[in-house]
């Protein structure tokens, strides 16, 4: 088993591979399950692949880990769609965060049809 999910893990660029190796070992109740979840998280991040980091998080059910994610790599929508489906409307806070994100990249999509 642990050469299957060194196999697959190795090399860290491929994400098909990290993905599959987390997959096989979660299957399993692999000891190193949560761990090589860690190592991939701290991959996408490093890779600034926060959009897909949230997807994880979304998955594993870490709403507002997802939402963070995708806040800080600049996917509003998604944060907005965590907070829809979450209904995570209780925090004024949050909710003007995700607004403001949303309104910038509309500006910044409005900048470049006029550019």
Same mark, same amino acid.
């Given at each position: !088993?642990? =050469?299957? /999910?060194?196999?697959?893990?190795?090399?860290?660029? $491929?994400?098909?591979?990290?993905?599959?190796?987390?997959? +096989? #070992?979660?299957? *399993?109740?692999? @000891?190193?399950?949560?761990?090589?979840?860690?190592?991939?998280?701290?991959?996408? /991040? $490093? =890779?600034?692949?926060?959009? /897909? #980091?949230? *997807?994880? !998080?979304?998955?594993?059910?870490?709403? $507002?880990? #997802?939402? %963070?994610?995708?806040?800080?790599? &600049?996917? @509003?929508?998604?944060? #907005?769609? +965590? +907070?829809?489906? %979450? &209904?995570? =409307?209780?925090?004024?806070?949050?909710?003007?965060? +995700?607004?403001? %994100? !949303?309104?910038?990249?509309?500006?910044?999509?409005?900048?470049?049809?006029?550019?």
């Amino acid at each position: !088993m642990k =050469t299957h /999910i060194d196999n697959y893990q190795f090399p860290p660029d $491929s994400l098909f591979k990290w993905s599959e190796a987390l997959s +096989v #070992a979660r299957a *399993q109740n692999h @000891p190193r399950a949560e761990s090589l979840a860690g190592e991939y998280h701290e991959y996408l /991040i $490093s =890779t600034h692949q926060h959009e /897909i #980091a949230g *997807q994880l !998080m979304e998955r594993d059910g870490k709403f $507002s880990e #997802a939402l %963070q994610l995708y806040l800080s790599g &600049g996917y @509003p929508a998604h944060a #907005a769609r +965590v +907070v829809t489906e %979450q &209904g995570l =409307t209780e925090d004024p806070q949050l909710l003007e965060k +995700v607004l403001k %994100q !949303m309104h910038a990249q509309r500006e910044r999509e409005r900048e470049r049809e006029r550019g």
